[in-house]
Nanobody
Framework: QVQLVESGGGLVQPGGSLRLSCAAS????????MGWYRQAPGNQRELVAT???????NYADSVKGRFTISRDNAKNTVYLQMNSLNPEDTAVYYC??????WGQGTQVTVSS
């Protein structure tokens, strides 16, 4: 059974940083691509970044140069380092595994 546990969200001022973590369990966790998506109120869920088992990454244009996705395969954990945050980054951030499984979401709020 696959389980994703997210942590690291919160309230931050514009220009600040946050680091999200997502720990995955289950037989496919170590061999699958992982990623982060986000959903703001009234908007559809959108891709933020993905990372393959071998470390190849993909980013939404809106976060390129500000966000960095990484993973620790030994811990089946994926991270999202978010720098230079702005109010438009406010959303619930969801961890994804193998394009199939979702975490419960963690709120990120960027506000002064």
């Amino acid at each position: 059974q696959v389980q994703l546990v997210e942590s690291g969200g919160g309230l931050v001022q514009p220009g600040g940083s946050l680091r999200l973590s997502c720990a995955a369990s289950g037989s496919i966790a170590s061999i699958s691509a992982m990623g982060w998506y986000r959903q703001a109120p009234g908007n559809q869920r959108e891709l933020v970044a993905t990372i393959s088992r071998s470390g190849n990454t993909n980013y939404a244009d809106s976060v390129k140069g500000r966000f960095t996705i990484s993973r620790d395969n030994a811990k089946n954990t994926v991270y999202l380092q978010m720098n230079s945050l702005n109010p438009e980054d406010t959303a619930v951030y969801y961890c994804n595994l193998a394009a199939r499984f979702w975490g419960q979401g963690t709120q990120v709020t960027v506000s002064s």
